[in-house]
């Protein structure tokens, strides 16, 4: 029996089957439901209002109040098409929107030195006097145009098959396209003036692209997606886990990946006006999962100790095979890996900074839901990544939300609070920044102690604040909780303190080991690097102040953006710097923190924030 689903408010109507889940029909109908859980039926964000509402299931009578299960919410992970059409609306707070990424990365001078090389000729057609093949015939004006011996340049089979109608179609005048020493294209007229590529960040959350101009290493335009993925859980572990359960899901993995690519591209190139059929060459750097999955390897291993992949890369493909919609002869390459979780996007972060190239002593921080940790110098290096758990992507916090907009990002106590939103929007919760932050100013003020417990009410009265501030700090149902906007009820509850104290002691602890294994003091760190989205809107006064960061002075903390995508920049534009970055994984040794004896306790003594006297 099919039935029919329609999708409000967009009025899309999808054919379904008796058993599906709403999730999974929206999935199929394109529309992005927030799924933190991956459809286990725990985040409790996926909420739906369906009618004729189904009968709702253990879950949903557990998570969702009863004045709501009595309006026809339901989570759309656990709600099934019965037997009848169905009427299903997606509230604002369900969808996924852009997120807030940092597109404009760090911009380091280099030399443009690609592989990819653009030659116009003008063949002399075949003559019975000169009985050289198509391929002989342009193989040797290309390659005396490029300096090389003719039996020096190589061609694929799919390009020779359509040779003869290219070279016949255009009167021999064509350009060539080279790749090293391999001919990659053959286009009609002079296009020597069109040669592009694409440098991608491909981030668990979000995917951002920056079309490049290859002869002149002009950006022309950066385009970003939230990555498709997250619809299948907000962690690499529950889309890894997708991979193991069902047998189509790494395929549906890496399929969701490269459409969120050829989506970009195709806007990308919209944008700057250019054919995508002239980009030749496309980057990929992402963590160890994001580019297994991408690149559709075995990802389960990556899931379990002692978490190896299937290969550390780096990983050269055809366009075609990657199913990208560039020049079909294109080609795509990935970051190289460090290890299981120390992936490409941290190693194109080494080399946009420059870190295993300085003398200088320094920190480089990404912080997310891993936060990757290098440290080291031009003598060695070492990193590891440290499990912060979802607090700073705004993930099992009461009114947590991604850095969408409507969400909170800053806050400052004074007379009174206040607080802006991403986008300015009305707000809709509260995202990782607004919550470091708020802990932060709570700290200062003195509403939270260094253990992290709000101040009961004998304490508040003591005091000094204005009565507008300390009437925020209450008791409700959920907790002690500090009101930011008493209009929506979007508060910090004390579990969300907690939850911040769990995510930046393991930053914390990790960067102290570090620092431990390589004899280093923190006064010995020349500068503290902040990379990532996160990393680049928290206020450093913020990050010290609740000890994410060891005690540096304020002004060796620098904002370096998105180096996961600027380093993806410079492997694309530059030979050099891409054989540089091979070498990466080899100057960095790995540190796993679980097995560090000190650990734990480092954990664990990192938890309380710093008492006061830090700026
Ligand atoms: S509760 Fe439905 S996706 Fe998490």
């Not at 990466?584 to 734990?600: A, N, Q, R, T």
């Amino acid at each position: 029996m099919k039935l029919k689903v329609t999708f409000r408010p967009e009025n899309v109507e999808i054919a379904a089957l008796p058993g599906l889940t709403i999730l999974e029909l929206a999935r199929r109908a394109n529309l992005a439901i927030s799924a933190v859980c991956g459809g286990r039926g725990t985040c409790g964000k996926c909420l739906v209002r369906i009618n004729p509402a189904p009968p709702a299931g253990p879950l949903e009578l557990k998570r969702i109040p009863a004045a709501r299960l009595a309006e026809g919410y339901r989570m759309a992970c656990q709600a099934r098409v019965t037997d009848r059409d169905l009427e299903v609306e997606v509230p604002d707070e369900s969808r996924l929107f852009n997120l807030k990424v940092l597109v404009s990365g760090l911009s380091r001078e280099v030399a443009v030195h690609s592989t990819l090389r653009k030659y116009y000729l003008e063949l002399a057609p075949p003559v019975i006097e000169d009985q050289r093949s198509d391929w002989e015939r342009l193989r040797d004006a290309a390659a005396g145009r490029a300096g090389l011996r003719p039996a020096e340049l190589e061609v694929g089979i799919y390009l020779l098959r359509r040779l003869p109608v290219l070279l016949r179609e255009n009167n021999f005048k064509v350009t060539a396209v080279l790749a090293n020493r391999r001919l990659i294209s053959v286009e009609g007229g002079d296009t020597t003036e069109h040669c592009y590529g694409v440098a991608f960040d491909l981030g668990t959350t979000s995917i951002v692209g920056a079309l490049l101009d290859m002869r002149t290493a002009r950006e022309l335009a950066v385009a970003h997606r939230t990555n498709p993925q997250t619809s299948y859980g907000a962690d690499v572990i529950s889309r890894i886990n997708l991979t193991l359960q069902d047998p189509d899901g790494g395929q549906r993995m890496r399929t969701a990946a490269s459409d969120a690519l050829g989506e970009i591209i195709a806007e990308l190139a919209d944008r700057a006006a250019i054919s995508a059929h002239h980009v030749y060459e496309v980057v990929v750097a992402g963590n160890s999962a994001m580019e297994h999955l991408f690149l559709g390897l075995p990802a389960g291993s990556l899931a379990t100790s002692p978490y190896i992949g299937v290969c550390r890369g780096p990983v050269t493909l055809s366009a075609r095979r990657a199913g990208l919609r560039v020049n079909e002869d294109g080609f795509v390459r990935t970051a190289p890996l460090i290890s299981g979780f120390v992936g490409g996007d941290t190693v194109a972060g080494i080399l946009a900074v420059n870190l295993h190239r300085e003398e200088r002593l320094r920190l480089l921080v990404d912080i997310g839901t891993n936060g990757e940790i290098v440290a080291g110098n031009r003598e060695g290096l070492f990193c590891a990544s440290a499990a912060a758990g979802p607090a700073f992507e705004g993930a099992n916090i009461h009114n947590g939300m991604r850095a969408e907009p409507g969400a909170i990002d800053k806050v400052r106590i004074t007379d009174r609070v206040e607080y802006s939103t991403i986008a300015e929007a009305p707000v809709r919760g509260i995202c990782g920044t607004g919550l470091l932050e708020t802990v932060s100013e709570l700290l200062r003020v003195g509403l939270l102690g260094p253990e992290g417990r709000f101040r009961n009410d004998s304490e508040l009265a003591g005091l000094e604040l204005p009565a507008a501030v300390k009437e925020r700090l209450v008791d409700t149902p959920g907790g002690r909780a500090f009101r930011l906007d008493p209009e929506t009820g979007v508060a910090v509850y004390q579990k969300d303190v907690r939850q911040l104290q769990l995510a930046k002691a393991a930053i914390a602890a990790g960067i102290e080991i570090l620092l431990e294994k390589m004899s280093l003091e923190t006064s010995d760190l020349e500068e503290v690097l902040l990379a990532g989205a996160f990393g680049s809107y928290i206020d450093p006064a913020a990050a010290l102040r609740i000890g994410l960061l060891p005690p540096v002075r304020p002004e060796t903390i620098r904002f370096v953006g998105n180096t996961s995508l600027a380093g993806a920049r410079l492997m694309l534009l530059s030979t050099e710097l891409k054989d540089e970055a091979e070498c990466i994984p080899s100057l960095c040794g790995y540190v796993e923190l679980f097995h560090e004896k000190d650990f734990m306790d480092l954990f664990v003594e990192k938890l309380a924030f710093p008492t006061p006297g830090l700026p």
